[in-house]
């Protein structure tokens, strides 16, 4: 038997199972009580106002300290403990620290820009992936409750990323932006930097013309604000998305209990891929662009 017809084999029989199990337990309706987007819902855990300003602590406020503490943690821990045959968490941070620095900065920077801005980038990818990594740790909580731990009420937790909020990915690509353009000036001088931003053999192009590429380019700058941070919030929103359907939430919608037997194994299968996968290419892709436009902002030609 050929694996394409062992694949449609199995495909069909899991809609025959899916089938069978919705005219054995009938449909219950639509159901008004959950709501998925409650899961991104950002309610104060302790409210602080000052004036207009709220500097309340959320879920999303927990989640950055906690990526940032883990960061620092980890970093601090491996350097102190440094071994000649380094043990298995050793030999994984030595592989990711490789990986920043050979691949990230080293490729995309001259030797000079990856000195000097290979902890900035090295930084910016743990804490990305450090971000993810915890969003993607299955919490024994209630989205829509609080929980009691011997009388002690704690906000519930449940799967969430700080990164699967615009606001984070938006503020560390403002960073990244204002960085690699003040690096660029920095390198160039202002108005030589500018200048840069034609592309090479444009000398017998009319004023005109310039004027209109140097615009496309002008956009092209300001686009990257959202190309960067829309990446990163889109991807880790709709694994979040996908594991919350999938792992319960379609067929309390449908009112359909029988449904979550067929979705959970997608559930797991969705939750390796992104825990295994998306979480750290994510993280990747976003310090290698920040990587690219430093080297871009202080290259001869650009």
Do not use: C
């Not at 449609?8 to 159901?31: D, E, H, P, R």
């Not at 929980?147 to 403002?174: E, K």
């Not at 686009?223 to 359907?245: E, K, M, T, Y």
């Amino acid at each position: 038997m050929s694996t394409r017809t062992k694949v449609l084999l199995g495909v069909g029989g899991y809609l025959a199972i899916a089938i069978v199990l919705g005219i054995l337990f009938g449909n219950q309706g639509k159901n008004e009580e959950f709501k998925p987007q409650n899961e991104f819902k950002l309610d104060p855990w302790i409210s602080l106002k000052i004036g207009s300003l709220d500097l309340s602590v959320n879920r999303a406020v927990f989640y950055l300290l906690l990526a940032s503490g883990l960061t620092i943690a980890t970093m601090v821990w491996i350097s102190r403990r440094m071994q000649q045959k380094p043990n298995r968490v050793q030999t994984a941070v030595e592989v990711a620290y490789d990986l920043t620095r050979k691949n990230i900065t080293g490729g995309n920077l001259d030797q000079q820009m990856a000195v000097k801005w290979f902890p900035f980038l090295a930084t910016l990818f743990f804490y990305i992936w450090f971000s993810n990594v915890i969003g993607f740790l299955p919490l024994p909580t209630n989205t829509e409750n609080e929980i009691h731990i011997f009388g002690l009420t704690v906000p519930t937790f449940a799967i969430y990323a700080a990164t699967a909020n615009i606001s984070i990915p938006l503020a560390l690509t403002l960073v990244v932006w204002i960085s690699y353009n003040v690096e660029g000036i920095r390198a160039k001088g202002f108005f030589p930097y500018f200048r840069s931003w034609l592309p090479p053999g444009l000398e017998d192009m009319n004023p005109v013309g310039k004027a209109a590429i140097f615009v496309i380019e002008v956009i092209s700058h300001f686009v990257r604000l959202i190309s960067l941070s829309v990446r990163l919030f889109a991807n880790i929103l709709a694994g979040h998305l996908l594991l919350l359907f999938m792992g319960g939430g379609l067929a309390v919608l449908l009112g359909l209990a029988a449904l979550g037997a067929l979705t959970f194994p997608m559930a797991f299968a969705f939750f390796v891929f992104e825990l295994g996968l998306v979480a750290t290419l994510q993280a990747f892709i976003f310090a290698t662009l920040t990587a690219i436009y430093l080297g871009g902002a202080t290259a001869e030609t650009h």
